[in-house]
């Protein structure tokens, strides 16, 4: 099983919503990642879990807030969001995190902010 | 600055043909590269991942090169398929846990 799995493939949230996007995979990687992805742009990084732990931070608002219950399942949970967080989420992740690692992505998932 | 550019921006073959897209980076100190295909709305799927000591990769109908002195790489394409229309993406793997991302080439083949 080579597969990163991403729930659900398409969220529309207002502005005072609260809700979360779920991200597993089952081939024992200890780093899992979250990247946003606009259009027509690369993926950036966005919080980094190695062994459970929160690693990286690259200075993301406070409405976004990364949980890892697991070695198994990363969360991204959002609150209060802006219409400019419209994009692509992407979660990958690696055996290790050491950036000589292969990513493994799931198939992201389109959030639109209204 | 680490820098990774990818050229063409766009390209547009016919299906069958080959073609090569290149990637220059300035990224120091240097891991690893990566080539990613990306289609349109979903993640990047890799392709390749060389490392200094590898000047050459493939991966199917995908061949990857590096010149680590000149710090280029290119992505060659054979006889290619409807399904190969996507963004290649070139990623260069930096100090800790870098990776820098060029803006990718999107690449349309037509019957």
């Known amino acids: 099983d080579t597969e990163v799995t991403q729930t659900p493939k398409h969220l529309v949230m207002g502005m005072t919503n609260k809700k979360s996007l779920k991200c597993e995979q089952h081939?024992?990687?200890?780093?899992m990642y979250w990247y946003k992805q606009k259009a027509k742009k690369p993926p950036e990084l966005m919080f980094v879990?190695?062994?459970?732990?929160?690693?990286i931070n690259e200075s993301v608002p406070s409405r976004f807030s990364p949980e890892c219950p697991n070695s198994s399942l990363l969360n991204l949970h959002l609150h209060a969001l802006q219409p400019e967080d419209s994009a692509l989420y992407l979660c990958?992740?690696?055996?290790?995190?050491?950036?000589?690692?292969?990513?493994?992505f799931g198939e992201g998932s389109r959030l639109t902010v209204l | 600055k680490n820098q990774v550019e990818q050229s063409p921006q766009s390209l547009i073959i016919l299906e069958g043909k080959n073609c090569t897209l290149q990637?220059?980076?300035?990224?120091?100190?240097?891991?690893?590269l990566r080539w990613y295909k990306q289609d349109t709305g979903r993640g990047p799927v890799s392709l390749t991942i060389m490392t200094f000591s590898e000047n050459t990769k493939s991966n199917g109908r995908y061949t990857a090169t590096l010149d680590a002195d000149t710090k280029q790489s290119s992505l060659h394409i054979t006889a290619s398929q409807l399904s190969d229309s996507a963004s290649y993406i070139c990623v260069v793997g930096g100090s800790n846990y870098q990776l820098i991302w060029g803006a990718g080439t999107k690449l349309i083949i037509k019957p």
């Open positions: 990637c220059n980076y300035t990224v120091s100190p240097f891991s690893n």
């Open positions: 990958a992740s690696s055996q290790d995190f050491l950036v000589t690692g292969e990513l493994f």
């Open positions: 081939m024992g990687h200890r780093a």
């Open positions: 879990y190695s062994y459970e732990k929160l690693s």
